[in-house]
Nanobody, 125 residues
Framework: VQLQASGGGLVQPGGSLSLSCQAS????????IGWFRQAPGKEREGVAC????????YYADSAKGRFTISRGDAKNTVNLQMNRLKPEDTAVYYC???????????????????WGKGTLVTVSS
């Protein structure tokens, strides 16, 4: 299983960015796909996850209402649309495969088996 995240870049506060995760070596139906991020000096944080069984999205409180996870039109892709970005969203974003997805106390709880290389998102004016 290989995962590749792309779409990161520099965006101003309040702006939008769309990340894409391309998976290969397995079918999207076999695993849940999640997006995680890690800011300098901070622990890795789960942002969003999409279920394999029903396509239901799960969001951490930090992402709810601003981010949207969805399966892409291209085969084996999962996208993360990020709107109303804040400086505190600055981090390296990773996509991962595993599951199942769950949220507990506003935090994304999911065990991932496979991780891709990250893509840097910088929110700054």
């Amino acid at each position: 299983v290989q995962l590749q995240a792309s779409g990161g870049g520099l965006v101003q506060p309040g702006g939008s960015l769309s990340l894409s995760c391309q998976a290969s070596g397995y079918s999207l139906d076999e695993y849940a796909i999640g997006w995680f991020r890690q800011a300098p000096g901070k622990e890795r944080e789960g942002v969003a996850c999409i279920s394999t069984t029903d396509g239901r999205p799960y969001y951490a409180d930090s992402a709810k209402g601003r981010f949207t996870i969805s399966r892409g039109d291209a085969k084996n892709t999962v996208n993360l649309q990020m709107n109303r970005l804040k400086p505190e969203d600055t981090a390296v974003y990773y996509c991962a495969a595993g599951g199942p997805c769950a949220v507990e106390a506003g935090r994304l709880i999911v065990d991932m088996d496979y991780w891709g290389k990250g893509t840097l998102v910088t929110v700054s004016s």
